[in-house]
């Protein structure tokens, strides 16, 4: 258990738009590809093992997982994009699902998305960056998986994506990360904290 996320609980799951929870309080939430290792970091930033379900079969997440943090605050863990196995009907529905919440959720104070450092800025990583910038919704990024590379290794993949994403002109912050080696834990914390005690404050202009 973490001091900043003391209680955190499963609040339900939603497979369309209908049954989110109510737009009040604030809300932070993780997206990016299929095994990307959103859930994984959902469970360290927390502190809370098992909280988000992982999976190593890519494309296991399909609703919508919400995560009271307390009354108020709350984490979404997204549908992962980019995962070819799923039937092209099922994932334009869920990227519709998705793309509508983003516009729509007045709770929403943020978005942290997720890439595998090793293999970070897909097509779908872009097109996802340049849609936020877009709709003006501010956008953390964790390079996961760091332990997978060495320390310098990790800090020329950090500066290479960095190098691309100025091409692109979409404001982001970024950050390394790793669950496994506790890199970057409290830094994203802090980033997440921030967005979710700004409730009281007026919301980004979709």
Not at 28 to 45: E, H, L, M, P
Not at 85 to 104: C, F, R
Request: aromatic share 8%; net charge positive.
């Amino acid at each position: 258990m973490n001091s900043h996320f003391p209680l955190p609980i499963f609040l339900k799951s939603a497979a369309q738009l209908s049954q989110l929870p109510n737009d009040q309080g604030a809300e932070v939430a993780f997206i990016g590809r299929s095994n990307s290792g959103k859930s994984t970091a959902i469970n360290s930033i927390t502190g809370k093992k098992g909280l988000a379900k992982t999976s190593k079969t890519p494309g296991r997440t399909q609703l919508l997982n919400f995560f009271q943090i307390d009354e108020h605050l709350r984490l979404v863990d997204l549908p992962g994009y980019g995962f070819a196995n799923v039937p092209n009907d099922i994932q334009t529905n869920w990227e519709k699902t998705i793309s509508t919440y983003l516009k729509i959720r007045k709770s929403l104070k943020g978005l942290i998305i997720t890439m595998d450092i090793r293999h970070p800025l897909k097509s779908q990583d872009q097109a996802m960056l340049i849609w936020t910038s877009h709709h003006h919704i501010p956008v953390y990024i964790l390079l996961t998986k760091a332990d997978k590379l060495t320390r310098n290794q990790a800090a020329n993949a950090l500066k290479l994506t960095i190098q691309q994403l100025a091409i692109l002109h979409c404001p982001y912050e970024i950050q390394i990360f790793s669950a496994t080696k506790s890199i970057g834990i409290e830094n994203a914390r802090r980033r997440i904290l921030t967005w979710l005690n700004s409730h009281n404050k007026q919301g980004f202009s979709k």
